[in-house]
């Protein structure tokens, strides 16, 4: 063999083994020495040939396996994604917040004990997971929660609850205040997801107040959640 010709085999197998070193593929020892010292290749070219088909294959699959892992596409490459603003994406990318305000529209009288008080507007309502049709929030993720709710009134003294998935977890006494007034409170609990959270009213025959978000219109009465933190 030429001097010239051995120099340049032996270049390209040192670029081969430097790509090894420095590229993370699953091929170890005992695989790469089976592959330069396998009989069937009768040339060093044959053999530095077989072994650059092996890391491209390799490399292939690596690129689609990162490429699907970046995007969450099962047909994305890596080769093809604009790694830099994808990088730049995920880092500033911030998960959407979980939380709802809501008011009570109009004044209810009458309302019977154990009933739901439907507050039936929203200030705010991220990811609509408060439903105003029904008065009910609905936990997308589990996670400690915190709620708080105002009840106006001016009839008489009853109970509110917060009740979660069926099962009463905090309470407030709205006092008889001999004439318009309103009562508060906040818990902060764990709730798991799809539990079920509504204010119901423990009494009988109760009023609560409710009006448009105008100003001048004083009696209002909401109910309000934002997740703190996900478990």
Not at 20 to 34: A, E, Q, R
Request: net charge negative; glycine share 6%; hydrophobic share 40%.
């Amino acid at each position: 063999m030429l001097p010239g010709v051995l120099a340049k085999d032996c270049k390209k197998m040192s670029m081969f083994l430097a790509l090894l070193f420095y590229v993370y593929l699953p091929i170890s020892s005992s695989k790469l020495t089976t592959v330069l010292k396998d009989k069937n290749l009768t040339s060093l070219e044959e053999r530095l040939a077989n072994l650059e088909q092996t890391i491209e294959r390799r490399l292939n699959a690596t690129e689609r396996m990162l490429g699907q892992l970046l995007t969450g596409k099962d047909n994305d490459n890596l080769e093809d994604i604009d790694v830099l603003a994808l990088r730049s994406g995920i880092l500033s990318a911030k998960s959407a917040p979980i939380l709802f305000s809501a008011y009570k529209w109009s004044s209810e009288s009458s309302i019977s004990t154990r009933a739901i008080i439907r507050f039936g507007g929203t200030y705010i309502n991220i990811g609509d997971h408060y439903h105003t049709e029904d008065g009910i929030f609905i936990a997308p993720v589990t996670g400690v929660y915190m709620f708080h709710w105002t009840i106006a009134t001016s009839k008489s003294s009853f109970s509110t609850q917060l009740m979660v998935a069926g099962s009463v977890q905090a309470s407030n006494l709205v006092p008889y205040p001999g004439g318009a007034d309103s009562s508060s409170a906040m818990v902060i609990i764990s709730v798991n997801k799809e539990d079920h959270v509504w204010i119901q009213i423990y009494g009988s025959s109760e009023h609560v107040y409710g009006s448009s978000t105008e100003i001048g219109n004083n009696y209002q009465s909401t109910f309000s959640g934002i997740l703190l933190q996900a478990s």
